[in-house]
């Protein structure tokens, strides 16, 4: 029922809802017929809905590798987040998973519901992963070599320093970003970019989703991990779980607010990464997470909510993105609207107001050099605001259902 309520307040997302519908329906239809690749496709689907959807419209050979490179990453993520492995277990997996990828008959069991199948049946991904090119394994070995190194190292340090946090997502999601771009680079459609534009993809989505998950995080059961760092929140309270008490909701926000104006600072490396993507398909597969996560940002800034329960961009908001997002106009629309979200949100009291306010004006400045925002209207404010004339057609459409019921039951009677 909540979700006919959003659709009736935003009538424009019930479109993009349908066709994203239909996409992921054909998408879990295509489930290859061996039983390997079959296990590795719709257990992506089940481990992650969003990246999936994006990841299924690769080209095929890219597409398996990305595939097995996700899986591959997840199941080492699923060792990483297992509190109850004893550490000195845990290390030596972390470190040694990269080997393990080639050995069909290993498997380790950990994690819960979907990920539990994923570890029990890991031999169905080494299996597909001893089928990819020579290109792909060295690459997707390499990378989980030193992200598993950089977890292990993780496990018995805290996050203390913004340096730290930076150095903990590059490991997490960074080296994702280094990972597929040399994917890209092997499948012959994109050129090498430098590494540091590549690690800052990954850090803008790593740190948007620390930022949204606090709670989650915090509220872990048996034992909870936070990647906050320190040097950011100890200048709001003397322990991080104090953020989610109501008497401490004012530092709580502006505690927010400095971890958001640091997100921001990797947008501009990631507008110059995807201004450099020529195909189509890895254009989109990269720039639609990259505007949920802005999206996002705008919507946890100055949000006490973030403390109190889950800040999610609405399910048909995401439909329009995943729907409208094409070429680079379309990402600095984007990217412009959403900061143009975040800006009034600004209080001129938080500690870090002329920060975030210049970084917003930089992110702005940066969709403005490219020249083409006057070209479009906004796209996703614009239609925010107006009931469109779909929402005109779908009104006919309905009238005319319960007028034919109507009169199809009178001449009945
Ligand atoms: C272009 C397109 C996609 C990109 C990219 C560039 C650069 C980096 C990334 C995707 C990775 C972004 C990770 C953000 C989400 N964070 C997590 O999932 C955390 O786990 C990190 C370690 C495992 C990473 C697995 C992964 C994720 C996305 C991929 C991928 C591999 C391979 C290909 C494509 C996308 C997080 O997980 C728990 C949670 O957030 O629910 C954690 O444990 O911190
Ligand atoms: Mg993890």
Redesign the pocket.
Known sequence: MGSLAAVLRHPDDLYPLLKLKMASRQAEKQIPPEPHWAFCYSMLHKVSRS?ALVIQQLGTDLRNA?CI??LV??AL?TVE?DTSIPTDVKVPILIAFHRHVYDREWHFSCGTKEYKVLMDQFHHVSTAFLELGKGYQDAIEDITKRMGAGMAKFICKEVESIDDYDEYCYY??GL??LG?SKLFYASGTEDLVPDSLSNS??LF??KT?IIR?YLEDINEIPKCRMFWPREIWSKYVNKLEDLKYEENSDKAVQCLNDMVTNALMHVEDCLKYMSALRDHAIFR??AI?QIMAIGTLALCYNNIEVFRGVVKMRRGLTAKVIDRTNNMTDVYLAFYDFSNILKPKINKNDPNATKTLSRVEAIQKACMDSGVLNKRKSYIIQSELRYSSTMIVIFFIILAIIFSYLSSTRASK
Do not use: E, H, I
Request: glycine fraction near 10%.
């Open positions: 990246f990305v490179f996700y990453l997840r993520d987040d997490v999601a994702v970003g597929l993809m990954g989505l790593q989703n998950d597969f990269c997470p």
